[in-house]
């Protein structure tokens, strides 16, 4: 059984009884984690506080700098290791899983040069005083992650959080953190002091649970579903804590009868088919202007059929879903589609040698789908993909903004005023014109609005969120 990363060491899980570790591919158990409680959370968050008020806290900004880019250089120097770990722990194609590791690596790099580069202000104020406005970190970071993505969410949430100064507790989702354990050896490696990172495998209602009601824990990140969120952040009030939520979306692309089709059709496919479907920015509604409707469903229907689904050594399009149970619900999901009289316009296929066993789903095209049904409004976290038509430019803001969730739009038109206008109307926290971008860009600041979260990860403006700002008023003698 995997033990606990905690104070830079592998550390004895306080109860004996550990969680298995599925292949996805096969639903085969390989592995045993460590099914962390309240009482290793707290030796965890107490090792990392020991950091912030010692070596890692005394650690100037320069120097955070350069041990978060040698962890960048040595998670690419560890690439092909870490990627079989992620691909057998979620079952996502291996080269999908060799992005997500080089995505690990750039969090690190864009973060540790960034670390001090973060500079105050110096306000005019009266006469006899200075006044300096200073970025500190918050102390303590408690990181509850999902599974979809898990070396990316990895890299998104601790880099910045580290390049600040904050020491980090990550409880990471039961059903994917093979990676996050094998990483923190080799953060340790290359040189981040004790502490600093620390990791607690476990169940959400206990280790995640105990994570975020800790007293000592200065903020919160989360990312996962609504309902989760909700908890969080219920437990991250009781103790006043700073909270970044980011929950998931169903994100519209929006296609005008202006679009480059031949451009926009497989990148349409794409973002809803990357990850299978699991993927909070997934492009899982496809919007599309009346008079081309047709034309548009037909050319995603056929790339739709040639859609391959199957294990990570097979080059499939598609990976299986992450459990069992995940698997059930979005099974279910279609079969509510199915009963409520929605009609597939095309499934993927299954790529030969795909293992029985394996949580696979078929890539399924529905439409036109009526914009209050079900799969117009709820995230399916799997490979579905609803399409929609509309009249006019107002008639796709109000499709487009019509659910309880505001992450990711993309809209595809050759027109530029109307790209200005739909950018501009668009809600959520990313727009992009003639492009989708589910799950990449380190660069680009991302979150949400309403039911999809609040708070802003990558980018520069994470590190906003990782600190806060102090003000210091000093009145001298003139
Ligand atoms: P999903 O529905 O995608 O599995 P969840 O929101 O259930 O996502 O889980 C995301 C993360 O939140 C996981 O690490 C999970 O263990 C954790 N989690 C689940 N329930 C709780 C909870 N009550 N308190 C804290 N963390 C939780």
Redesign the pocket.
């Given at each position: 059984m995997k033990k606990l990363f905690i104070g830079g060491e592998w550390v004895a899980p306080a109860q004996a009884d550990g969680i298995p570790v599925y292949f996805p591919a096969t639903g085969e158990s390989y592995d045993e984690i460590a099914r962390g409680q309240a009482s290793d959370i707290d030796s965890a968050v107490k090792a990392a506080r020991a950091a912030v008020n010692g070596l890692w806290g005394k650690t100037t900004a320069t120097e955070r700098g350069r041990i978060l880019m040698k962890i960048g250089e040595s998670v690419l120097a560890n690439q092909e290791e870490l990627a079989g770990i992620e691909a057998k722990d979620t079952g996502k194609p291996l080269e999908l899983a060799r992005k997500d590791i080089q995505a690990l690596a750039r969090y690190f790099e864009f973060y540790g040069s960034a670390a001090d580069k973060v500079h105050g202000q110096v306000i005019p104020y009266l006469s006899g005083y200075s006044v300096n406005i200073v970025r500190q970190p918050f102390g303590v970071v408690g990181h509850?992650?999902?599974?979809?993505y898990p070396a990316q969410m990895l890299g998104r949430t601790v880099a910045p959080a580290l390049a600040m100064g904050n020491a980090s507790v990550v409880?990471?989702?039961?059903?994917a953190c093979m990676t996050s354990l094998r990483f923190a050896e080799i953060a340790t490696d290359a040189g981040l002091p004790a502490g600093a990172l620390n990791i607690v495998t476990?169940?959400?209602?206990e280790?995640?649970?105990?994570?975020?009601e800790h007293p000592d824990v200065n903020m919160i990140t989360?990312?996962?579903?609504p309902?989760?969120?909700t908890?969080?952040q219920t437990?991250a009030a009781q103790n006043h804590v700073k909270c970044v939520l980011e929950?998931?979306g169903k994100c519209p692309q929006l296609v005008f009868d202006d679009a480059d089709l031949d451009k926009a059709i497989p990148v349409i496919v794409g973002a809803i088919v990357q990850n299978a479907g699991?993927t909070c920015s997934a492009g899982s509604r496809v919007l599309i202007q009346e008079g081309i409707f047709d034309e548009v469903l037909d050319r995603v229907a056929a790339r739709f059929r040639e859609l391959r689904v199957g294990g990570p050594d097979s080059a499939p399009d598609c990976g299986p879903i992450?459990t069992h149970a995940?698997y059930g619900r979005v099974k279910q999901f279609i079969a509510e589609c199915l009963d409520s009289g929605l009609q597939p316009v095309a499934e993927g296929s299954f790529a030969e040698g795909t293992a029985e066993g394996g949580y696979y789903v078929k890539p399924t095209l529905f439409g036109p789908v009526p914009r209050d049904h079900k799969l117009a409004r709820e995230e399916v976290?799997g490979p579905v993909l609803a399409a929609i038509p509309f009249k006019d430019e107002d008639d796709a803001i109000a499709v487009a903004n019509g659910t309880d969730y505001g992450l990711v739009a993309s809209v595809w038109t050759e027109n530029g005023a109307r790209q200005h206008r739909i950018a501009n109307r668009l809600e959520g926290g990313q727009v992009f014109i003639n492009c989708y971008g589910a799950g990449g860009g380190v660069e680009l600041p991302f979150g949400g609005v309403r039911k999809s979260g609040h708070g802003r990860e990558k980018g520069f403006l994470a590190l906003d969120e990782f600190s806060h700002t102090k003000t210091i008023v000093n009145h001298y003698q003139q």
């Open positions: 509850i992650i999902p599974w979809n409880k990471p989702a039961e059903d476990g169940y959400g209602r280790a995640g649970a105990a994570l975020s989360f990312t996962g579903s309902q989760v969120g908890t969080i437990a929950l998931g699991q992450i995940q976290f």
